[in-house]
Structure formats: structure tokens, C-alpha cells
């Protein structure tokens, strides 16, 4: 009997399971652990998106890979409405199950694998990655498409607002990256999780926006979540929209796989885009949070970096390294994660998440005060 290859040989050490001694650190601390490490959603679930759930809470059948025609209504509307892009909502748009599945499967699903490159950003959230290793094809990460050579990759990754700098990709990148894409023949997919939370600079656009595409959606794919913008994220409600013979292809093989979105999440998904004013005041809350947590590491000495978009600050100190700098919070008992989890060029940073509550975020700035 040959031996079998184990997928889970591919995969590296899961990069929070190094924070555990770092977490005792930041338990031990009197009041207790301020934890900016993962950005979670820690606010309540909009009323509007519970009634929904709850009406749709009867569901005995099997619900439709595809969404429901309401749902994709409702993605289609909600890109039109708040990001100027135009999708046909039969064609152009399917829901996942949580976005970080879809990153992880997408190489898979697109029938990449041994023998194939997939590009993504030198400073990334380790999902690309590993969803790359599942495929068996080889992750590069490369931030200019120079750097590729004559090489084709199957697929390139990129990702504005930025996980975890909070980078936004101006139009004039976005562009050429489509019409590099497009004389190669190459996918790009484009994660766009955090194209609501834009703080300052210039607005964060979707590859798939007129002004970035030409009115084109061909050889592009977006994904997008409602983890950030609804606290969503034990939902795992998501979706890509894009290229209507990718999104069919894509269809196919969920169908085969069983890939559903439960129906009730489905209802409640529709009912989270059709409104924005929760939306909007869930902004203003980590707005609020954003500017009180700056203030205080920059108080403190620290210096922040890009940071424009997003739900995080990208924080460095000239006298730390990232695990330096963790450790140094930690011991104030703020828990933050390191920059080397997104890649070598992050060791001179940490993450910081502005997701806490409240009260945690006022506990994070005292104790850097």
C-alpha cells in the first residue's frame, strides 16, 4: 500500500498558535488582557439582520448553491449603490461561505495545481498562501509585476484596502495590474473585505469599478464580506462577483462540492446589504476606536504606517522588532500579533486591531499613556 501524503505536510504552523505565551503575558495583567491580535467583531448583530434570520429560520429544504435570485439581487445592488459597479445578478455574482473559504479553495476551484505559480502580496493575510499549498501549486509573493519575469502565473491575488497594512491601491495601480492581467491572460481576484472602512486618502475603488476595468469584468474576480461591515463573521456570509464564465465555472464545482450557504444566512446576508445605516454607525463606532488607539501609540513613541483603510494600524517602533514589540506589549498586558505572520517585510511592525470593545480600547490607551 503506497503511503499517503498527508495535505496537512503542506501547510505551515498556524501563526497564532506562536502568540500562546505571549496571550499568558497579556492575561496576567491585573485588568485583565486588552486583545488586538485578531480583528473579530465584538459588536452586537444588526436588528434588522436577526429579524431576517429568524423569518427565515424554517428552512427544510436544501437551499441553491447559486443564492437565492433576493440574495443576488441584493449583492448586485449593494456594488452598485455603494461601490459604482454593475452586476448582472444572474450571472455575475455567487455567495460563499465566509470569505477565508473562498481565499483558501479559489486556486483549487479554478483547477490550479502542481506545476502552476499563484501571485500574492509580499505582505499578505496567510490565507492566500495556504490556500496556494492546498492547491499544490507554488505561492509567490511578489508585489510588482516585474518581478514575475516571463513567468505566467495561473492566478494573482491582490488585496485593497490591505490586510494587514491598511494600503489602498490607487486606480492608476489597479489599472495597470487589469491590463497586465489581460495581455497575459492571467485571473486576478481581488480581495475586498475592507472597501467600506476607508479612513483617509483616496477612496478605495473595486477592480471591477468602470474607472478601474473599462466596463469589463473579463479575467476578474472580487470577493467581499460582510465579517467587517455587519459583524457578520459567525455567519460566514460572503460572495465574489466578477467575470460571468469564471462565476458559472466556479458554480459548477461548488454544486459538485455541496458549497452552500445555509439559507437562512442567506436571508439575513440580503437583508445586511440592503441596509446601510447599521453599516454606517458600525463604522463610525470603530472610527471612534481608530483615532482614540492612534492618538496613544503615537503618544507612546510608535509610528504608524499606511493604515489609511481597514480595521487595523500598522505600528513599528525603532528600538523593537515585531516580536520585541510584541513582547513589550504584552507585557502591559495588550496582545497585538507581529508582521512577520504576513510575510519576512513585516518584522519591523505588529498589527494592532481596533476591534475591541469600548471599554478595552479606553484599557489599551491608559495603559499606553
Not at 35 to 44: C, E, H, K, Y
Not at 78 to 85: A, F, Q, S
Not at 236 to 251: P, T
Amino acid at each position: 500500500m503506497a503511503e499517503r501524503r498527508r495535505l496537512a505536510d503542506r501547510m505551515p504552523v498556524f501563526p497564532w498558535d506562536r502568540l500562546a505565551p505571549h496571550k499568558a503575558t497579556a492575561a496576567a495583567h491585573p485588568d485583565g488582557i486588552v486583545d488586538l491580535s485578531i480583528g473579530t467583531p465584538v459588536d452586537p448583530v444588526p436588528e434588522v439582520v436577526r429579524r431576517a434570520l429568524a423569518d427565515a429560520a424554517d428552512a427544510p429544504g436544501y437551499p441553491a448553491t447559486h443564492g437565492t435570485p433576493a440574495l443576488r439581487a441584493s449583492v448586485a445592488g449593494w456594488l452598485e449603490r455603494r461601490h459604482g459597479v454593475q452586476a448582472d445578478p444572474d450571472e455575475d455574482v455567487l455567495p460563499a461561505i465566509g470569505t477565508k473559504e473562498l481565499v483558501a479553495w479559489l486556486p483549487t476551484l479554478l483547477g490550479l495545481g502542481e506545476g502552476d505559480t499563484v501571485v500574492h502580496p509580499e505582505l499578505a493575510y496567510p490565507t492566500y498562501d495556504a490556500g496556494i499549498r492546498l492547491a499544490g501549486a507554488r505561492p509567490l509573493p511578489a508585489d510588482g509585476l516585474t518581478a514575475l519575469g516571463p513567468e505566467r502565473p495561473g492566478l494573482v491575488w491582490i488585496n485593497s484596502p490591505a490586510n494587514p497594512t491598511g494600503r489602498v491601491l490607487g486606480a492608476d495601480h489597479l489599472r495597470k495590474v487589469v491590463a497586465w492581467a489581460r495581455e497575459q491572460g492571467v485571473i486576478v481576484a481581488s480581495d475586498e473585505c475592507y472597501l467600506d472602512l476607508d479612513w483617509e486618502g483616496e477612496r478605495p475603488l473595486s477592480v471591477l469599478h468602470p474607472d478601474v476595468c473599462g466596463g469589463s469584468h473579463a479575467n476578474l474576480l472580487a470577493l467581499h464580506s460582510t465579517s467587517k461591515r455587519s459583524n457578520l463573521a459567525g455567519y460566514r456570509a460572503g460572495f465574489v462577483a466578477g467575470d460571468s464564465e469564471l462565476i458559472a465555472e466556479l458554480l459548477a464545482v461548488r454544486k459538485h462540492a455541496g458549497m452552500i450557504l445555509p439559507a437562512p444566512v442567506q436571508a439575513a446576508m440580503g437583508a445586511a446589504l440592503d441596509d446601510d445605516a447599521h453599516a454606517e454607525e458600525q463604522k463610525a463606532r470603530y472610527g471612534a476606536r481608530r483615532a482614540a488607539l492612534r492618538a496613544a501609540l503615537e503618544s507612546a513613541g510608535w509610528t504608524i504606517d499606511h493604515s489609511e483603510a481597514g480595521l487595523y494600524l500598522w505600528a513599528s517602533r525603532p528600538d523593537l522588532d515585531a516580536w520585541g514589540a510584541v513582547a513589550e506589549l504584552a507585557g502591559r498586558g495588550i496582545l497585538v500579533a507581529p508582521g512577520d505572520f504576513y510575510g519576512p517585510t513585516g518584522t519591523g511592525h505588529v498589527r494592532v486591531a481596533f476591534t475591541a470593545t469600548d471599554e478595552r480600547i479606553d484599557a489599551a490607551v491608559k495603559r499606553l499613556a
